[in-house]
């Protein structure tokens, strides 16, 4: 039987804790996230003790739905942004965990296609409810390709197919986009990879 290598552990979650007003009740201020990045922290300890990798590089992914504008303003994103990304700069951890900020691979495009869409869809229901009570029998196809007709006359044609090929989740899960969630995926394979190198470099 062969080993194995833990090469790392990516921790790239948030938004329950980001809109959590009952843990964080003074989150809509500076520091009132402080308490995540300390729990952070001590998750990482765990997770290391618990698989007997005292070193094992950790990545964090910082938050980034909405975007760079959503963490610049004051208010939740930001502090909740600041806070994730806090253990990273802790100097038991300097070296061997990085915060990876997220929100520069959002696309701000394809967010304004799917906040326009979900301004339509009280109208589209509307029009399909009304059709499908003078036409009971349509089947669930039949109204679903029924509503996209209508929904697709709100957009140009080719907006209509980034919204298709590009938008199936909704924003607190990254619009379930590939364009976004592929370049994430890549930034934190390569942070993994810096660290592992890091680390072996201090050992030469």
Known sequence: MEGYELAG?????????????????????P?????????????????????????MPFVIGVMGIGGEKAGAK?????????????????PEFRGNVVAVQTAPYWDDDLEALQTRMDAHWPKVDAMVAAEVKKNPKMTGAEIWAFKMKLMAENFQSEEWKRVLAGVSNKGYHYLGAAKIMAPIGK??????????????????
């Not at 552990?9 to 201020?29: A, E, K």
């Not at 520091?31 to 990798?53: F, H, N, P, T, W």
């Open 74 to 90: 004051p208010g939740g994103q930001k502090y909740f942004r600041q806070a994730q990304a806090a253990p990273a700069s802790l």
């Open 31 to 55: 520091g009132g996230y402080d308490e995540y990045g300390k729990l952070l922290g001590q998750l990482i300890r765990d997770v290391r003790k618990d698989l007997s990798a005292p070193k």
């Open 187 to 204: 930034a934190f394979a390569e942070a993994m990879v810096q660290v592992q190198k890091t680390q072996r470099d201090e050992k030469q």
């Open 9 to 29: 552990f990516v921790w790239f979650q948030g938004f329950n804790d980001l809109v959590d007003s009952w843990t964080y009740n003074n989150r809509m201020n």
